[in-house]
Protein backbone atom coordinates (compact mmCIF):
# COMPACT_ATOMS: atom_id res chain seq x y z
CA UNK A 1 0.00 0.00 0.00
CA UNK A 2 1.12 3.77 -0.59
CA UNK A 3 2.01 5.52 2.93
CA UNK A 4 0.13 8.17 4.12
CA UNK A 5 0.60 11.54 2.52
CA UNK A 6 3.02 9.65 -0.58
CA UNK A 7 0.89 10.02 -4.46
CA UNK A 8 1.55 7.11 -7.35
CA UNK A 9 2.85 9.07 -9.54
CA UNK A 10 5.92 7.19 -11.05
CA UNK A 11 5.70 5.83 -14.63
CA UNK A 12 7.30 3.23 -16.65
CA UNK A 13 9.86 6.00 -18.55
CA UNK A 14 11.05 7.89 -15.42
CA UNK A 15 11.57 4.94 -13.13
CA UNK A 16 13.27 3.17 -15.91
CA UNK A 17 15.77 6.77 -15.94
CA UNK A 18 15.75 7.07 -12.34
CA UNK A 19 17.03 2.90 -12.04
CA UNK A 20 19.79 4.09 -14.95
CA UNK A 21 20.86 6.82 -13.16
CA UNK A 22 21.98 5.19 -9.46
CA UNK A 23 23.08 1.54 -11.59
CA UNK A 24 25.56 3.82 -13.74
CA UNK A 25 27.84 5.17 -11.51
CA UNK A 26 31.05 7.07 -11.83
CA UNK A 27 32.63 2.90 -10.97
CA UNK A 28 32.68 2.18 -14.68
CA UNK A 29 34.92 5.06 -15.55
CA UNK A 30 37.52 2.73 -13.51
CA UNK A 31 36.83 -0.94 -13.69
CA UNK A 32 37.20 -1.69 -16.94
CA UNK A 33 41.46 -1.32 -16.06
CA UNK A 34 40.51 -3.44 -13.06
CA UNK A 35 38.14 -6.17 -14.83
CA UNK A 36 41.25 -6.12 -17.46
CA UNK A 37 43.86 -6.86 -14.82
CA UNK A 38 41.53 -10.22 -13.53
CA UNK A 39 40.27 -11.57 -16.50
CA UNK A 40 42.22 -9.96 -19.16
CA UNK A 41 40.39 -10.11 -22.93
CA UNK A 42 38.08 -12.21 -21.04
CA UNK A 43 36.82 -9.93 -19.34
CA UNK A 44 33.48 -9.56 -21.27
CA UNK A 45 32.53 -12.83 -19.69
CA UNK A 46 32.23 -11.07 -16.71
CA UNK A 47 29.61 -8.37 -17.78
CA UNK A 48 27.34 -10.32 -19.46
CA UNK A 49 27.39 -13.02 -16.10
CA UNK A 50 26.16 -10.10 -13.46
CA UNK A 51 23.85 -8.55 -16.31
CA UNK A 52 22.52 -12.58 -16.23
CA UNK A 53 22.41 -12.07 -12.38
CA UNK A 54 20.98 -8.80 -12.36
CA UNK A 55 18.30 -9.59 -15.00
CA UNK A 56 17.59 -12.88 -12.40
CA UNK A 57 17.93 -10.20 -9.33
CA UNK A 58 15.22 -7.97 -11.01
CA UNK A 59 12.94 -10.35 -11.90
CA UNK A 60 12.96 -11.27 -7.90
CA UNK A 61 12.81 -7.81 -7.27
CA UNK A 62 9.79 -6.93 -9.89
CA UNK A 63 7.14 -9.76 -8.16
CA UNK A 64 8.39 -8.60 -5.09
CA UNK A 65 7.86 -4.91 -5.78
CA UNK A 66 4.36 -5.82 -6.87
CA UNK A 67 3.47 -7.44 -4.10
CA UNK A 68 4.54 -5.23 -1.63
CA UNK A 69 4.49 -2.26 -3.28
CA UNK A 70 6.06 -0.18 -0.10
CA UNK A 71 8.42 2.70 0.77
CA UNK A 72 11.82 0.82 1.96
CA UNK A 73 12.16 -1.85 -0.84
CA UNK A 74 14.58 -4.32 0.24
CA UNK A 75 14.33 -3.64 3.72
CA UNK A 76 10.54 -3.94 3.82
CA UNK A 77 10.06 -6.98 2.21
CA UNK A 78 13.21 -8.57 4.20
CA UNK A 79 11.23 -7.07 7.20
CA UNK A 80 8.29 -8.68 5.62
CA UNK A 81 9.70 -12.28 4.97
CA UNK A 82 11.87 -12.73 7.96
CA UNK A 83 11.05 -10.67 10.64
CA UNK A 84 12.58 -7.37 11.88
CA UNK A 85 15.97 -9.12 13.20
CA UNK A 86 16.66 -10.03 9.21
CA UNK A 87 15.17 -6.28 8.55
CA UNK A 88 17.66 -4.99 10.98
CA UNK A 89 20.61 -6.35 9.45
CA UNK A 90 20.06 -5.75 5.77
CA UNK A 91 19.46 -1.90 7.16
CA UNK A 92 23.32 -2.57 8.29
CA UNK A 93 24.21 -3.93 4.85
CA UNK A 94 22.46 -1.33 3.29
CA UNK A 95 24.20 2.03 5.15
CA UNK A 96 27.74 0.37 5.23
CA UNK A 97 28.58 -1.44 2.30
CA UNK A 98 26.42 -0.58 0.12
CA UNK A 99 26.12 3.32 0.57
CA UNK A 100 29.26 4.23 2.62
CA UNK A 101 31.12 1.50 1.00
CA UNK A 102 30.32 2.81 -2.79
CA UNK A 103 30.96 6.54 -1.92
CA UNK A 104 34.20 5.65 -0.63
CA UNK A 105 34.70 3.76 -3.91
CA UNK A 106 34.15 6.52 -5.99
CA UNK A 107 35.71 8.76 -3.99
CA UNK A 108 39.13 6.65 -4.30
CA UNK A 109 38.42 6.47 -7.89
CA UNK A 110 38.53 10.31 -7.50
CA UNK A 111 41.39 10.88 -5.72
CA UNK A 112 43.11 8.42 -8.66
CA UNK A 113 41.82 10.73 -11.21
CA UNK A 114 43.07 13.68 -10.02
CA UNK A 115 46.57 12.45 -9.29
CA UNK A 116 45.82 11.69 -13.31
CA UNK A 117 44.55 15.07 -14.11
CA UNK A 118 47.55 17.09 -12.03
CA UNK A 119 50.53 15.39 -13.16
CA UNK A 120 53.66 16.42 -10.88
CA UNK A 121 52.02 17.83 -7.92
CA UNK A 122 52.45 16.00 -4.47
CA UNK A 123 50.51 12.91 -4.14
CA UNK A 124 48.99 14.71 -0.95
CA UNK A 125 47.07 17.98 -2.77
CA UNK A 126 44.95 15.15 -4.77
CA UNK A 127 44.08 13.85 -0.90
CA UNK A 128 43.24 17.27 0.44
CA UNK A 129 40.94 18.31 -2.46
CA UNK A 130 39.12 15.35 -1.64
CA UNK A 131 38.98 16.14 1.79
CA UNK A 132 37.47 19.71 0.98
CA UNK A 133 35.54 18.07 -1.56
CA UNK A 134 33.82 15.88 1.11
CA UNK A 135 33.56 18.83 4.11
CA UNK A 136 32.10 21.40 1.63
CA UNK A 137 29.31 18.71 1.09
CA UNK A 138 28.77 18.28 4.63
CA UNK A 139 28.67 21.90 5.39
CA UNK A 140 26.25 22.28 2.36
CA UNK A 141 24.09 19.55 3.75
CA UNK A 142 23.73 20.38 7.19
CA UNK A 143 22.94 23.61 6.16
CA UNK A 144 20.12 22.62 3.49
CA UNK A 145 18.20 19.98 2.68
CA UNK A 146 17.64 21.10 -0.74
CA UNK A 147 21.22 21.59 -1.26
CA UNK A 148 22.38 18.89 -3.82
CA UNK A 149 19.02 17.46 -5.20
CA UNK A 150 19.52 19.03 -8.46
CA UNK A 151 22.44 16.85 -9.62
CA UNK A 152 20.65 14.07 -10.53
CA UNK A 153 19.81 15.43 -13.95
CA UNK A 154 23.64 16.68 -14.52
CA UNK A 155 24.63 13.46 -13.26
CA UNK A 156 22.79 11.50 -16.58
CA UNK A 157 24.40 13.62 -18.69
CA UNK A 158 27.42 13.89 -17.28
CA UNK A 159 27.61 10.06 -17.12
CA UNK A 160 26.17 8.56 -20.64
CA UNK A 161 27.17 11.17 -22.94
CA UNK A 162 31.02 11.02 -22.31
CA UNK A 163 30.67 6.94 -22.51
CA UNK A 164 28.05 6.64 -25.63
CA UNK A 165 30.29 9.26 -27.74
CA UNK A 166 33.26 6.83 -27.07
CA UNK A 167 31.63 3.85 -27.88
CA UNK A 168 30.22 4.94 -30.67
CA UNK A 169 33.62 6.57 -31.83
CA UNK A 170 35.61 3.98 -30.80
CA UNK A 171 34.45 0.93 -33.04
CA UNK A 172 36.36 1.99 -35.72
CA UNK A 173 39.52 2.30 -33.56
CA UNK A 174 39.15 -1.16 -32.35
CA UNK A 175 41.78 -3.52 -33.33
CA UNK A 176 40.45 -7.31 -32.94
CA UNK A 177 43.59 -9.01 -31.79
CA UNK A 178 43.44 -6.98 -28.23
CA UNK A 179 40.11 -8.55 -28.07
CA UNK A 180 41.06 -12.56 -28.54
CA UNK A 181 41.50 -14.50 -25.46
CA UNK A 182 44.79 -16.71 -24.77
CA UNK A 183 42.97 -18.91 -22.63
CA UNK A 184 39.23 -19.35 -21.03
CA UNK A 185 38.99 -17.63 -17.51
CA UNK A 186 38.70 -20.08 -14.69
CA UNK A 187 35.87 -20.08 -12.78
CA UNK A 188 37.99 -19.30 -9.00
CA UNK A 189 38.79 -16.05 -11.71
CA UNK A 190 35.51 -15.40 -13.15
CA UNK A 191 33.94 -15.46 -10.11
CA UNK A 192 36.24 -12.67 -8.78
CA UNK A 193 36.08 -10.12 -11.73
CA UNK A 194 32.45 -10.74 -11.44
CA UNK A 195 32.41 -9.75 -7.96
CA UNK A 196 34.39 -6.86 -8.91
CA UNK A 197 32.15 -5.76 -11.95
CA UNK A 198 29.29 -6.21 -9.69
CA UNK A 199 29.85 -2.79 -8.60
CA UNK A 200 29.47 -1.59 -11.47
CA UNK A 201 25.69 -3.06 -11.69
CA UNK A 202 24.78 -1.83 -8.08
CA UNK A 203 21.60 0.82 -7.63
CA UNK A 204 18.51 -0.68 -8.19
CA UNK A 205 18.24 -1.46 -4.67
CA UNK A 206 18.17 2.71 -4.01
CA UNK A 207 15.34 3.97 -6.34
CA UNK A 208 12.90 0.88 -5.12
CA UNK A 209 12.69 2.53 -1.87
CA UNK A 210 10.57 4.79 -4.01
CA UNK A 211 8.18 2.24 -5.04
CA UNK A 212 5.30 3.23 -2.81
CA UNK A 213 5.20 6.10 -5.60
CA UNK A 214 5.18 4.16 -8.30
CA UNK A 215 2.00 4.02 -10.69
CA UNK A 216 0.26 0.66 -11.66
CA UNK A 217 3.40 -1.28 -9.74
CA UNK A 218 2.80 -4.31 -11.07
CA UNK A 219 3.57 -3.11 -15.15
CA UNK A 220 5.63 -0.34 -14.35
CA UNK A 221 8.14 -1.94 -11.87
CA UNK A 222 8.94 -4.92 -14.26
CA UNK A 223 9.52 -2.81 -17.44
CA UNK A 224 11.47 0.09 -16.10
CA UNK A 225 13.58 -2.91 -14.36
CA UNK A 226 14.13 -4.84 -17.93
CA UNK A 227 14.51 -1.45 -19.80
CA UNK A 228 16.89 -0.58 -16.84
CA UNK A 229 19.11 -3.71 -16.89
CA UNK A 230 19.01 -4.30 -21.06
CA UNK A 231 20.62 -0.87 -21.10
CA UNK A 232 22.73 -0.41 -18.74
CA UNK A 233 24.01 -3.80 -19.59
CA UNK A 234 24.37 -3.26 -23.27
CA UNK A 235 26.35 -0.05 -22.69
CA UNK A 236 29.22 -1.40 -20.21
CA UNK A 237 29.71 -4.40 -22.89
CA UNK A 238 30.43 -1.85 -25.33
CA UNK A 239 32.61 0.26 -22.94
CA UNK A 240 34.70 -2.78 -22.06
CA UNK A 241 34.84 -4.21 -25.94
CA UNK A 242 36.32 -0.70 -26.73
CA UNK A 243 38.59 0.32 -24.22
CA UNK A 244 40.04 -3.33 -24.53
CA UNK A 245 39.96 -3.29 -27.92
CA UNK A 246 41.91 0.44 -28.26
CA UNK A 247 43.96 -0.53 -25.71
CA UNK A 248 44.45 -3.98 -25.75
CA UNK A 249 47.76 -5.33 -22.62
CA UNK A 250 47.94 -1.34 -21.96
CA UNK A 251 44.40 -1.70 -20.14
CA UNK A 252 45.28 -3.48 -17.70
CA UNK A 253 48.03 -1.12 -16.71
CA UNK A 254 45.88 2.16 -17.18
CA UNK A 255 44.30 1.97 -13.65
CA UNK A 256 43.69 5.52 -12.97
CA UNK A 257 42.46 6.39 -15.81
CA UNK A 258 41.17 3.79 -18.42
CA UNK A 259 38.59 5.25 -20.42
CA UNK A 260 40.49 8.60 -20.85
CA UNK A 261 43.71 6.91 -22.17
CA UNK A 262 41.24 4.85 -25.13
CA UNK A 263 40.16 8.40 -25.26
CA UNK A 264 43.33 9.53 -25.96
CA UNK A 265 44.04 7.16 -28.95
CA UNK A 266 40.74 8.29 -30.22
CA UNK A 267 40.27 12.01 -30.50
CA UNK A 268 44.02 12.92 -29.42
CA UNK A 269 44.93 14.30 -26.32
CA UNK A 270 41.62 16.81 -26.45
CA UNK A 271 39.85 13.36 -25.83
CA UNK A 272 41.69 12.03 -22.99
CA UNK A 273 41.69 15.53 -21.24
CA UNK A 274 37.50 15.55 -21.88
CA UNK A 275 36.97 11.91 -20.27
CA UNK A 276 38.99 12.49 -17.35
CA UNK A 277 37.32 16.07 -16.49
CA UNK A 278 33.90 14.14 -17.17
CA UNK A 279 35.02 11.37 -14.65
CA UNK A 280 36.24 14.05 -11.74
CA UNK A 281 32.89 15.74 -12.46
CA UNK A 282 30.81 12.74 -12.06
CA UNK A 283 32.43 11.65 -9.46
CA UNK A 284 32.50 14.59 -7.87
CA UNK A 285 28.46 14.58 -8.63
CA UNK A 286 28.39 11.05 -7.30
CA UNK A 287 29.69 11.97 -3.65
CA UNK A 288 27.24 15.42 -3.71
CA UNK A 289 24.08 13.38 -4.38
CA UNK A 290 25.31 10.69 -2.38
CA UNK A 291 26.38 13.05 0.93
CA UNK A 292 22.74 14.28 0.77
CA UNK A 293 21.02 10.59 0.46
CA UNK A 294 23.59 8.51 2.77
CA UNK A 295 23.21 10.01 6.11
CA UNK A 296 19.32 9.69 5.84
CA UNK A 297 20.11 5.43 6.69
CA UNK A 298 22.01 6.39 9.45
CA UNK A 299 19.54 8.58 10.75
CA UNK A 300 16.58 6.35 10.58
CA UNK A 301 18.53 3.26 12.05
CA UNK A 302 19.30 5.99 15.06
CA UNK A 303 15.63 6.85 14.74
CA UNK A 304 14.66 2.99 15.17
CA UNK A 305 17.74 2.75 17.61
CA UNK A 306 19.65 0.39 15.59
CA UNK A 307 22.18 2.57 15.73
CA UNK A 308 23.22 4.94 19.32
CA UNK A 309 19.99 7.62 18.88
CA UNK A 310 22.52 10.59 18.47
CA UNK A 311 22.34 9.81 14.83
CA UNK A 312 19.13 10.19 14.78
CA UNK A 313 19.40 14.28 16.20
CA UNK A 314 18.32 16.72 14.20
CA UNK A 315 19.86 20.45 14.01
CA UNK A 316 17.49 22.89 16.14
CA UNK A 317 18.26 25.65 13.12
CA UNK A 318 18.96 23.81 10.06
CA UNK A 319 16.45 20.75 10.65
CA UNK A 320 18.89 18.55 9.14
CA UNK A 321 20.29 15.20 10.45
CA UNK A 322 23.92 16.71 11.27
CA UNK A 323 25.60 14.08 13.59
CA UNK A 324 24.55 11.48 10.82
CA UNK A 325 26.29 13.60 7.93
CA UNK A 326 28.84 14.36 9.77
CA UNK A 327 29.61 10.78 10.88
CA UNK A 328 28.85 9.57 7.07
CA UNK A 329 31.66 11.78 5.86
CA UNK A 330 33.82 11.24 8.26
CA UNK A 331 33.79 7.40 7.74
CA UNK A 332 33.40 7.80 3.68
CA UNK A 333 36.40 10.58 3.24
CA UNK A 334 38.55 8.56 5.49
CA UNK A 335 37.93 5.55 3.57
CA UNK A 336 38.64 7.22 0.24
CA UNK A 337 41.73 9.05 0.84
CA UNK A 338 43.37 6.23 2.67
CA UNK A 339 41.97 3.01 0.59
CA UNK A 340 42.13 1.59 -3.04
CA UNK A 341 39.02 1.57 -5.57
CA UNK A 342 39.30 -2.01 -6.05
CA UNK A 343 39.49 -2.89 -2.32
CA UNK A 344 36.52 -0.69 -1.70
CA UNK A 345 34.43 -1.56 -4.54
CA UNK A 346 34.77 -4.88 -3.64
CA UNK A 347 33.62 -4.39 0.06
CA UNK A 348 30.33 -2.62 -1.44
CA UNK A 349 29.83 -5.56 -3.96
CA UNK A 350 30.09 -8.10 -0.88
CA UNK A 351 27.64 -6.12 1.20
CA UNK A 352 25.06 -5.80 -1.59
CA UNK A 353 25.71 -8.94 -3.05
CA UNK A 354 24.15 -10.13 1.02
CA UNK A 355 21.04 -7.87 0.43
CA UNK A 356 20.46 -9.38 -3.00
CA UNK A 357 20.34 -13.02 -1.33
CA UNK A 358 18.08 -12.05 1.28
CA UNK A 359 15.66 -10.54 -1.06
CA UNK A 360 15.53 -13.26 -3.76
CA UNK A 361 15.28 -15.79 -0.87
CA UNK A 362 13.13 -13.49 0.82
CA UNK A 363 10.56 -13.76 -2.37
CA UNK A 364 10.57 -17.26 -1.80
CA UNK A 365 8.73 -16.68 1.57
CA UNK A 366 6.46 -13.67 0.53
CA UNK A 367 5.00 -16.20 -1.93
CA UNK A 368 4.52 -18.95 1.06
CA UNK A 369 3.15 -16.40 3.23
CA UNK A 370 0.85 -15.46 0.71
CA UNK A 371 1.92 -12.09 1.05
CA UNK A 372 0.08 -9.08 -1.50
CA UNK A 373 -1.09 -5.81 -1.79
CA UNK A 374 -2.68 -6.14 -4.90
CA UNK A 375 -5.34 -8.80 -6.83
CA UNK A 376 -3.15 -9.26 -9.52
CA UNK A 377 0.82 -8.83 -9.35
CA UNK A 378 3.85 -9.48 -11.23
CA UNK A 379 4.70 -13.23 -10.95
CA UNK A 380 8.07 -14.86 -11.99
CA UNK A 381 7.24 -17.73 -14.23
CA UNK A 382 9.01 -20.72 -13.94
CA UNK A 383 8.15 -21.11 -9.63
CA UNK A 384 11.20 -21.41 -7.52
CA UNK A 385 13.12 -21.37 -10.71
CA UNK A 386 14.24 -17.87 -11.13
CA UNK A 387 15.49 -17.02 -7.34
CA UNK A 388 16.50 -20.36 -6.55
CA UNK A 389 19.15 -20.00 -9.45
CA UNK A 390 19.85 -16.36 -8.96
CA UNK A 391 20.57 -17.43 -4.97
CA UNK A 392 22.80 -20.19 -6.28
CA UNK A 393 24.66 -17.84 -8.01
CA UNK A 394 24.88 -14.83 -5.18
CA UNK A 395 26.09 -17.78 -2.90
CA UNK A 396 28.90 -18.66 -5.79
CA UNK A 397 30.46 -15.24 -5.72
CA UNK A 398 30.13 -14.49 -2.00
CA UNK A 399 31.79 -17.63 -1.44
CA UNK A 400 34.73 -16.54 -3.91
CA UNK A 401 35.51 -13.35 -1.56
CA UNK A 402 38.43 -13.41 0.70
CA UNK A 403 39.99 -11.09 2.84
CA UNK A 404 39.04 -8.22 5.26
CA UNK A 405 35.88 -7.39 3.13
CA UNK A 406 34.17 -10.72 3.83
CA UNK A 407 35.17 -10.06 7.60
CA UNK A 408 33.70 -6.79 7.35
CA UNK A 409 30.63 -7.77 5.63
CA UNK A 410 30.15 -10.63 7.92
CA UNK A 411 30.46 -8.70 11.04
CA UNK A 412 28.31 -5.54 10.15
CA UNK A 413 25.51 -8.36 8.56
CA UNK A 414 25.92 -10.19 12.38
CA UNK A 415 25.91 -6.73 14.22
CA UNK A 416 22.21 -5.76 12.52
CA UNK A 417 20.96 -9.33 13.24
CA UNK A 418 22.55 -9.16 16.83
CA UNK A 419 21.42 -5.31 17.31
CA UNK A 420 17.96 -6.22 15.38
CA UNK A 421 17.16 -9.59 17.67
CA UNK A 422 18.11 -7.15 21.01
CA UNK A 423 15.32 -4.24 19.83
CA UNK A 424 12.71 -6.87 18.73
CA UNK A 425 12.65 -8.05 22.46
CA UNK A 426 11.99 -4.93 23.85
Given at each position: MTAPGLVRVIGTGAFALTIINSIVGSGIFGLPAAA???????????????????????????ESGSRLPETGGTYAWSRAAFGPAVGASVGYLMAFPNLAGANAAVGALLVA????????????????????????FALTNIRSVAAGAWTSATLVVIKLVPLLVLVVAGIGFIQTENLRWPTAPSAGTLGQGMVLLFFAFMGSEGPLSTIGEVRRPSRTIPRALALAVLGTGTLYLGVQLVAQGVLGPRLAQASDAPLAEAAAIVFGPVGR???LWAAIISTTGFISSDVLNGPRMLFALGNARLLPSIFGRVHPQFHTP?????AYVLLCGGLAITGTFRQLAVFAAAGTLAIYLVSVLGLLRIRRLGLRATDAPFVVPGGPVVPVTAAVILVGLLASLTGQEVLATLGLAVAGLVVGLVRSRV
Open positions: AAIMGPAAVLGYVGCSFLVGLVALCFASLRAALPGVSPMVPAALVAVVYLSTFLYIAIV
